[in-house]
């Protein structure tokens, strides 16, 4: 019998590839942005993560939910120090989020209320973070110089520990939910509309780099 994160992750695959397909990352990991331009994926990574993070906290008694509440996980303090870094002690009045990260904050908080609706979304970030977010963090360190301290924090998960440990963890935990076919169905949609919701916002920023270029 297949367990459901393989399921997970077979249907939702595609997805997967499209979003790292995304012109904005093939721009950021081509060495042809500057920092600051950087800088605005960690701006609007510190507005998802603040909603998700913020969700996290309140479902942490919830015991479906609650499974998947991992405080080492939380990104908040580090993107903090990667804005400091890109953009100085005056960061929080140079970022803002866009039209793509608002809706993407609105269907995080949207789906507060149902424990699977949750673990979808940090599912899709997290899983990600802890998987391709580490060669991200590899090239940038080698684009822009940064080191752990500020710059690349966001992909630095030192509390974790064994992230190959930590994410089979993750994926038992996902099996232990024995979620029935329909209910499988409805997190693997909303596995994909994560996937497309972060999708545009790469998209955006796109927009907004060349716009200003």
Sequence with gaps: MTS???????ATWADHESAEDESYLK???GGRL?????GEMIAQHYFAYLALDGVSKALAGDPVAGRFVFPELYRQEALERDLHTV????????????KATHTL?????QVADWPCGYIAHHYTRYMGDLSGGQFIRMELQKIYGYAKGGGVDFYIFDQV???????NEYRTR???????EREQRRVIREVKLAYQLNT????ELLHTVKAAA
């Excluded at 500057?34 to 950087?38: F, L, M, V, W």
């Excluded at 100085?88 to 803002?96: F, N, T, Y």
């Excluded at 904050?105 to 908080?109: D, G, K, Y």
């Design 4 to 10: 459901f994160s393989e399921i997970l992750k077979t």
């Design 27 to 29: 721009e950021l990991m």
């Design 34 to 38: 500057s920092a600051e331009e950087y």
């Design 87 to 98: 953009y100085g002690p005056a960061w929080r009045d140079r970022i803002a989020p866009s």
């Design 105 to 109: 904050v609105a269907r995080i908080n």
């Design 161 to 167: 520990g064994s992230l190959p440990r930590f994410k």
């Design 174 to 180: 996902l099996d232990a939910l024995n979620l029935d």
């Design 200 to 203: 545009e916002v790469l998209a």
